[in-house]
């Protein structure tokens, strides 16, 4: 069988798959922490690239000790339980879930606002699937399409940057000024900043993507995407920010909210860099669902090596492609989008608190790597202070996303729970077969026994139905009589043998009778025949003595109709039966 060979991506492919994720968010992140950090939005943005700084390490050092696909799961699997990596792989699973649903949603949203005849979940749909396509197709030509998006999200930001600036240098800082001295919202500037670096962490979502695909990555590279991802997240949404709150005046940005970068392209340059801006957010969002299709493929794939998920998942096209586990999640990406009906709320509940947990696990898988695994070769360390401030800002980041809005993390707990559930039992299944054998044989032990002791009963109480014998008196009757006896005997009663006595003269020959009964033993297999010839005469005397002889029933005895020659009523017999 030919080996697939798998084709290893560079700089700038891996950069763009994962680049694209994590990008996206300065088309939102800037109105978000604007909205709660004001004209401080930036200070806020600026300690999440610091933190971004320190996970730089934190990543670079893990994934440089285990360079294999999982990301959190795989450093947890290899520091500590299965269990806790495989909660780390749910909270991954439904971050990238989130993901890819919100990201397709939101592009579709950016384009019906070009084609306002556009069905939002119809498009939705098709969104999710060609990127299914394109990731079956092979991660070398997806990572192509994706290079395409991120290149040009980088020139539509970089214009709006310079566009921006011209128009600010044009037109003086008197907004910024004005912005500068409004009262902060939230009262004081420490709560300000607090909720404003709670917000601003959804910025560095995607952070985490391209750990999960490092096989699939040329040597040296990752550490290279963790670079360029941290340059462009932390440049593109402290400037945008920064330009935001010195060309928009605040009141306005809250109008605007949902397309805050198109309002400033609209302002700042006119109709034409508003719509650039939409079409490239349009794009961008596209490609951060294929991020989310190549890293959910990575991990699953890794989760199914490790027998958490069936070998089923494992099957692979002639590209390499593991096209069972991107249609599975692309079912489950569907299911979700009808389930929520499409609300934004309850998905960014699940991917705001998935992806940050993720985020602190892996921190803690560091710090186990650390203890645990300290011998193994590594391109870098990060030390451990710096790896507990890194934890402790997102678990900073969490507490006030709750504060934020508690209704969402209600909504995360509801995903979150039966997905982990559906992981634990393919986890434990060892363990739940054995119970349930275990408890099989509890409940059927004494059903067994009831079923063997009914079974012998049974079988006892049919051979003793089966073994009554029946008797039929003949008169020497020709083979056409005798065949009726024994079609009624075969439908009507359980008979296995049947006696045929015939009371004679002496000196009586029953010849011709005795040839016919052997032919319909022969034709009655299940009956046996037994002939049986008595000198005397028929009558209520010689029933009951043959009766009490052979232990058989007088009910069980039958004669034809007699004649009207016969010297006895038929109720003088005792009881036997008359069957034709």
């Not at 669902?289 to 490790?306: A, H, N, Y």
Request: overall charge positive; glycine content about 8%.
């Amino acid at each position: 069988m030919k080996e697939i060979v798998h084709k290893k991506l560079n700089e700038l492919k891996a950069t763009a798959i994962c680049g694209n994720d994590i990008s996206s968010s300065c088309l939102y992140v800037s109105a978000l922490t604007i909205g709660y950090a004001g004209q401080f939005a930036w200070i806020s943005l600026l300690v999440v690239a610091v933190v971004l700084f320190l996970f730089r390490k934190i990543y670079g050092e893990v994934v440089g000790a285990i360079p294999l696909n999982g990301g959190a799961y795989n450093v947890l699997l290899n520091t500590s339980t299965k269990r806790l990596a495989s909660m780390a792989a749910t909270l991954t699973v439904l971050s990238y879930m989130a993901t890819a649903v919100i990201s397709s949603i939101e592009g579709m949203h950016y384009l019906h606002g070009i084609f306002p005849m556009l069905n939002v979940t119809i498009a939705t749909i098709v969104v999710l699937i060609a990127f299914t396509g394109l990731t079956i197709i092979g991660i070398g030509e997806s990572a192509i399409v994706a290079v395409v998006i991120f290149i040009t999200h980088l020139f539509t930001l970089s214009l709006l940057v310079v566009v921006s600036l011209w128009f600010l240098f044009s037109n003086g800082f008197e907004t910024l000024h004005l912005n500068w001295v409004l009262p902060v919202a939230s009262g004081n500037i420490t709560t300000a900043l607090f909720l404003g670096v709670s917000a601003a962490m959804l910025g560095i979502s995607g952070f985490e993507s391209s750990a999960n695909f490092v096989e699939e990555q040329q040597p040296g590279v990752f550490r290279k995407t963790l670079r360029n991802m941290w340059a462009i997240v932390s440049f593109f949404n402290l400037l945008l920010a920064f330009l935001l709150i010195c060309i928009i005046p605040l009141a306005e940005v809250g109008e605007h909210k949902e397309s805050l970068l198109a309002y400033l392209g609209q302002t700042t340059g006119g109709t034409w860099l508003a719509i650039l801006i939409a079409i490239d957010a349009v794009l961008v969002l596209c490609g951060a669902v294929l991020t989310s299709f190549v890293g959910v493929s990575g991990l699953l794939k890794r989760m199914t090596l490790d027998r958490i998920l069936p070998n089923f998942f494992l099957k692979e096209n002639k590209n390499g492609s593991n096209y069972r586990i991107i249609i599975s999640f692309l079912i489950l990406c569907v299911s979700v989008l009808f389930v929520t009906n499409g609300k934004l709320e309850s998905l960014a509940g699940v991917y705001t608190f998935s992806f940050l947990t993720v985020m602190g696990l892996f921190g803690i898988g560091n710090l186990l790597l650390k203890f645990k695994r300290n011998k193994l070769p590594r391109p870098e360390r990060a030390r451990g202070i710096t790896v507990v401030i890194a934890i402790a800002f997102i678990i900073i980041a969490f507490l006030g996303n709750i504060v934020l809005n508690i209704d969402s993390f209600y909504t995360f707990i509801e995903y979150f729970v039966p997905a982990f559930i559906l992981v634990a039992i393919m986890l434990n299944r060892s363990f739940l077969i054995k119970m349930m054998i275990q408890a099989l044989e509890y409940f059927y032990s004494p059903l067994r026994r009831f079923v063997i002791n009914s079974n012998r009963y049974l079988n006892r109480l049919q051979v003793k139905v089966s073994s009554q014998e029946f008797v039929f008196f003949t008169k020497g009757d020709n083979v056409a009589i005798i065949n009726k006896v024994m079609q009624y005997v075969q439908e009507n009663e359980t008979a296995k043998k049947l006696k045929i006595v015939n009371i004679k003269k002496e000196g009586d020959s029953n010849f011709e009778l005795i040839q016919d009964l052997k032919v319909l033993d022969r034709a009655y297999p299940e009956i046996h025949i037994e002939f049986i010839e008595i000198v005397g005469i028929f009558g209520p005397e010689i029933i009951t003595e043959l009766s009490e002889k052979w232990n058989i029933p007088k009910n069980f005895m039958f004669i034809g109709s007699p004649g009207d020659k016969f010297s006895f009523r038929v109720a003088d017999l005792g009881g036997v039966r008359l069957i034709m």
